[in-house]
């Protein structure tokens, strides 16, 4: 169980958290800091987007018990945000697209000074630059989708899930704190490859999750009649 769900989560998350495309971005708004300044926004940005996703992981269920979503329709409608969001990731045609209209988001908040970076390290560093709605989604239908028959399997479940988010945010503390030098080294086109790739076995995810989701609204309907 815990190590499906570490592979479920970690290859449902990193297309769209995609570190190396985000790093574009926060290249673009930090521009000329030393690489000093690059290394220790960094740090603190992969942290704060482990943070984020964890408090997602566990609140996210919460949440939806609160009003009264059950698991069936968060799957059904999670898988289907999740594959129409691969399918988007899929047939883009510019491979930087998404990478420039994050960065026209968020340009006119585009800070200047040292002081100004640290202020913005959730807003828009951790959110949306590099965990959006999207992962979002993902990350709550991901802890939906964490069912298991007994009190060590769920936690297991909800331990590779946590253990996929500390791998991206310390991928993320890579390709942010040495976004210059890798900028230079790899590729776009080698990058969107990739991406292409990722996105079709997102879309798979996708689909499975909400398959899994009708099956159980199939075996539940039913009983209501």
Request: glycine share 8%.
């Amino acid at each position: 169980m815990f190590s499906r769900s570490f592979i479920l989560a970690l290859t449902a998350l990193l297309p769209l958290i995609n570190p190396i495309g985000s790093a574009l971005v926060f290249l673009g708004l930090v521009r000329d800091e030393p690489a000093a300044v690059y290394r220790q926004l960094a740090r603190k940005i992969a942290f704060s987007t482990f943070g984020f996703l964890i408090v997602i992981e566990f609140l996210g269920s919460l949440l939806l018990a609160f009003f009264g979503i059950s698991l069936p329709v968060v799957q059904v409608t999670g898988g289907i945000v999740i594959a129409a969001t691969a399918w988007a990731l899929l047939f883009e045609k510019d491979a930087n697209a998404s990478n420039r209209a994050k960065h026209q988001e968020i340009e006119g908040s585009a800070p200047t000074e040292h002081e100004d970076l640290n202020d913005k390290i959730f807003y828009p560093f951790t959110f949306p630059i590099t965990a959006g709605p999207g992962t979002l989604v993902v990350t709550i239908t991901l802890s939906a989708h964490a069912t298991a028959s007994s009190l060590i399997e769920k936690g297991e479940a909800y331990g590779g899930i946590a253990l996929a988010a500390a791998v991206l945010s310390a991928s993320v503390y890579l390709c942010y704190g040495y976004a210059p030098k890798l900028i230079k080294a790899v590729s776009p086109a080698t990058v969107h490859g990739i991406l292409r790739v990722m996105a079709f076995i997102l879309m798979c995810i996708g689909v499975q999750i909400a398959w899994n989701g009708m099956s159980l609204l199939g075996m539940v309907l039913p009983m209501h009649h």
